[in-house]
């Protein structure tokens, strides 16, 4: 089945309109609710409807008001299986987003099959997490999609794997972005399915005849647009919603991925920089009445296009052609069967299957180089740099909770916290003291009074 049309759920910013621009797909309709990723869409695809409430979408492709297209994608949110999250999973509404996403499939397939179509392709994106979801989500997703009698029941499930199942083949795995040509230390899982004649394996896994690839050391200390720099890491961690909020809160803030020295100055990322660490063109979300935070948070929210490209064009080749396929054997030592269905449970390995070796790893066989200075910009807002009170503050922090941190990022806020002047230090006693502060307070106090 060649893909024409294209269906998105949970839409964001739409990073796989990005990522598949040039494939020929072409998305029919966007759900989404938010207000600032809605306002994103509208501006950058105005000739693409937004349906809204995803709870809404089988009825409207049940009543054909909306296509049922050749491939659905969606990433149902990820909060109740994040490990940063309420760890709730099918008890709590978001987490229920993911079984109504397996409704939105089938109202799909129903349509297409009445009408002499394939099945449609599912594809399907979330945190690592939801493999360890303490209610099983993971397992009655995949149960559903494959079609089973019962749900599989597991306390912990790997990291790659496929069921072949009596209504469609399911395959997982996860996958890396700093492999793909972005900085970016972003780990999440990638689910593939379609009918009883598609083979998701083909596309999510490799056969392994390379040496296994390792990251490249890249320049902390370079110059760029005529500005000096310094960054801590080769790449950073894992762009998250609330970055621009509570930015100081997490373990980035300490191992310094999150922060670059520009002329000897320390600061955060910028929006612009975050858009190119998960591989958007630049000021993609620099819209009309954007403030940063909405851009941090869509942008900590959306995929990694590179990616997502990347499994598009494997998507595409194997939609359109007959490949050489991975034989999996039902004896493998990491299949088992049940009534209905065969599993094959991989992890994060080489796996030797009969004369294969498969690439189940969350590292692709050809790897991408990438670097800080790749993303890095000169012209930074001012009010994202931090002042020397918020550096002691943050030293503060390290020191009173016994915190580690990367030793060079110490001596920069070190140096720069050295450089308070009477006034600020006065300042800085007067608010611990008090306790409290006006309405009026800048962002960047609201974090440096979290810090100290």
Known sequence: MKIKSVGSVCSGIEAASVAWASFGFNFKWFSEIADFPSRVLSFRYPDIPNIGDMNYIPEK??????????????????????????????????????????????????????????????????????????????????????????????????????????????????????????????????????????????????????????????????????????????????????????????????????????????????????????????????????????????????????????????????????????QLPKDALFASEGLDYTLFEFGKDYEMLGDLQINCTSIPEFIIPSSMEDIVSSDAPEDIYISPVGCEGILRRKRERNLRINPRLEEVLASISSEMSYEEIEKKSRVQKRGRFSKQTSEEQLSLFDLI
């Open 61 to 326: 492709i049940l009543s054909e008001m909306i296509c049922s297209p050749d491939l659905i994608c969606g990433g149902t949110p990820c909060q109740a299986f994040s490990l940063a999250g309420w760890k709730n999973g099918l008890l709590d509404d978001r987490g229920n987003l993911t079984l109504k996403f397996v409704d939105i499939i089938e109202a799909n397939d129903a349509k297409r099959t009445s009408k002499g179509k394939e099945q449609s392709i599912v594809f399907w994106e979330n945190v690592e997490g939801v493999l360890t979801d303490k209610t099983n989500a993971f397992g009655c997703f995949i149960s559903s999609l494959a079609g089973l009698q019962e749900i599989i029941e597991r306390k912990k499930w790997p990291s790659a794997g496929l069921i072949q199942g009596p209504k469609r083949n399911v395959a997982w795995r996860v996958l890396d972005a700093k492999y793909f040509g972005v900085p970016q230390q972003r780990k999440r899982l990638y689910l593939l399915a379609g009918g009883k004649d598609y083979h998701p394996e083909d596309v999510l896994f490799e056969i392994h005849k390379n040496p296994t690839p390792i990251f490249p050391k890249g320049q902390l200390l370079f110059s760029k647009e005529g500005c000096s720099f310094e960054v801590f890491r080769e790449y950073t961690d894992c762009l998250y919603s609330a970055y621009g909020t509570k930015w100081n809160g997490n373990a980035a803030a300490y191992n310094g991925s999150l922060f670059i020295v520009q002329n000897n100055r320390i600061r955060r990322l910028s929006p612009l920089e975050e858009e190119r660490l998960m591989g958007f063109p630049d000021n993609y979300t620099n819209i009309e009445g954007a403030k940063r935070t909405n851009r941090y948070q869509a942008i900590g929210n959306s995929w990694a296009v590179p990616v997502i490209s990347w499994l598009g064009e494997r998507i595409m080749k194997n939609s359109n052609n007959k490949l050489d396929r991975i």
